[in-house]
């Protein structure tokens, strides 16, 4: 059974950095690629960014550009999103998907976790 678990969210002020790890089991993480998106109240689930399985290809959405960064450890089975100079509309729920394809929709992905907040105080 595949599980992804996310963790690191809570409450910080705006300019603040916060790592956010998502522990993967059930599947051969250094197969897959590994993506982060979020949800804000009333909005759609948006892209934030992914990585390839091996690291060497790296895509994030411009709101977070220059501020966020994906990593892994796949030894550790485990993908970490480092955020920095936050803002209130860094404000929401952040999803760590799992996919066979690179992709940017979260339905390209096969496996999802169950989420943690993130909220940016001004």
């Known amino acids: 059974q595949v599980q992804l678990v996310e963790s690191g969210g809570g409450l910080v002020q705006a300019g603040d950095s916060v790592r956010l790890s998502c522990a993967a089991s059930g599947l051969t993480f250094s197969d897959f690629v590994m993506a982060w998106f979020r949800q804000a109240p009333g909005k759609e689930r948006a892209f934030v960014a992914a990585?390839?399985?091996?690291?060497?290809?790296?895509d994030y959405a411009d709101s977070v550009k220059g501020r966020f960064t994906i990593s892994r450890d796949n030894a550790k089975n485990t993908v970490y999103l480092e955020m920095s100079s936050l803002k209130p509309e860094d404000t929401a729920v952040y999803y760590c998907a799992a996919g066979r394809i690179w992709a940017m929709r979260q339905n390209d992905y096969n496996y999802r976790g169950q989420g943690t907040q993130v909220t940016v105080s001004s």
């Open positions: 990585i390839s399985p091996g690291g060497a290809r790296i």
